[in-house]
């Protein structure tokens, strides 16, 4: 298994940059996404002092008694946000396959307001669910707020890069992004103490469903895979100071399969190790409402978009249901 130079994007250069030298940047990284839409962001502005407070705590939260932890748990199936224990999810399954849950457990957690306005019932049952919040440790709920702020804020901005990339205005999307069903998720890899069941890993193969991801990995872990254009699974490292970033379905589906939404998974330890792992990830997701239809600059003169437009939350909902055990 090859483990090719993974691309890294300097964020803050590209906000700096000339508007033709952002057009060869973003040449760049419409490159990587017809690729594999995998690349990591650096010089991406998020005070370390927010990302280290919210990693401390979610563990602080992992490491507590699992009694303790079932206090926040989700309240009843298919319920977006709070706890979700070991073994009760198989994203594989998204894709229609048919393996046993994953070895993982999360803490999920939605939108921190409710816009104006918002009446949609599915919307507010779902997407604008309350978070059920842990009691411990102290601090949880402010430095997960802090986070999820801040990465709401760099989604935004990543979006100007993908807008760029594809020979749209920088703020193409920003219409779309003003009311974000996002959710954050902390995920624990526990220690393997026992074999898995035959079929079983960490986290199985699927894509994300929305228009990206940012994956804060645990430094020095290993475990994360996608599918090379060449078919094969590569690993993908965790690099110093810098977020992971893949592109999701919807955002393929948005560039008529231009860019890849491409499969990965988190594998078990190596034969006798028994690792922990942990990681942070924070899936964008356009407004509620917003009509996602494939874009015209995506499209050669006379070709038929691939795709009908479909509403971004209720399009969310059907792909989150299908994972639920």
């Known amino acids: 298994m090859q483990n090719p130079t993974f691309p890294v994007f300097d964020l803050g250069q ?4 000339s508007p033709e030298e952002k057009a060869a940047r973003g040449a760049e990284v419409d490159r990587i996404c017809r690729g594999t839409g995998f690349l990591a962001v650096k010089n991406h502005g998020i005070s370390q002092a927010v990302i280290d407070a919210a990693w401390s705590k979610a563990r602080a939260f992992f490491d507590l008694p699992p009694e303790q932890k079932q206090r926040s748990k989700a309240p009843y199936k298919g319920y977006p946000y709070g706890y979700l224990g070991p073994e009760l999810e198989a994203l594989a ?3 229609n396959v048919d393996t046993p849950p994953d ?3 999360s803490f999920n957690g939605g939108p921190l307001s409710v ?12 997407c604008y669910a309350e978070t059920i919040w842990p009691e411990a440790p102290d601090g949880f709920i402010h430095a997960w707020k802090a986070y999820y702020a801040a990465l709401e804020d760099l989604a935004l901005r990543i979006m100007r890069v993908f807008a760029t990339a594809l020979g749209l205005p920088e703020t193409y999307f920003d219409t779309y992004l003003d009311a974000p069903i996002s959710a954050l998720r902390a995920l624990n890899y526990p220690e393997q103490h026992v074999a898995p069941k035959p079929g079983q890993i960490r986290a199985g193969a699927h894509t994300d469903y929305g228009s990206l991801t940012i994956l804060l990995p645990q430094a020095g872990s290993r475990g994360l895979q996608i ?8 690993e993908v490292p965790p690099i110093a100071g810098a977020f992971v970033i893949n592109i999701g379905d919807l955002m393929a589906r948005w560039t008529n399969d231009r860019w890849v939404s491409t499969v990965h998974r988190v594998v078990n330890p190596a034969a006798g190790g028994r ?6 990830a924070f899936f964008h997701q356009p407004n509620w409402d917003a009509e996602i239809k494939v874009l015209d600059a995506c499209l050669a003169d006379g070709e038929p978009p691939k795709y009908g437009p479909v509403r ?12 639920t055990k």
């Open 115 to 126: 816009p104006p306005g918002m009446s949609d019932p599915e919307a507010l049952a779902f």
């Open 103 to 105: 070895l993982k457990e």
């Open 312 to 323: 971004s939350g209720p399009y969310l909902m059907a792909k989150f249901k299908a994972t």
């Open 93 to 95: 399954k998204s894709r």
């Open 14 to 17: 590209f906000e700096k940059a």
């Open 275 to 280: 690792d922990r792992r942990q990681s942070m």
């Open 227 to 234: 599918v090379t254009p060449g078919g094969e699974w590569t």
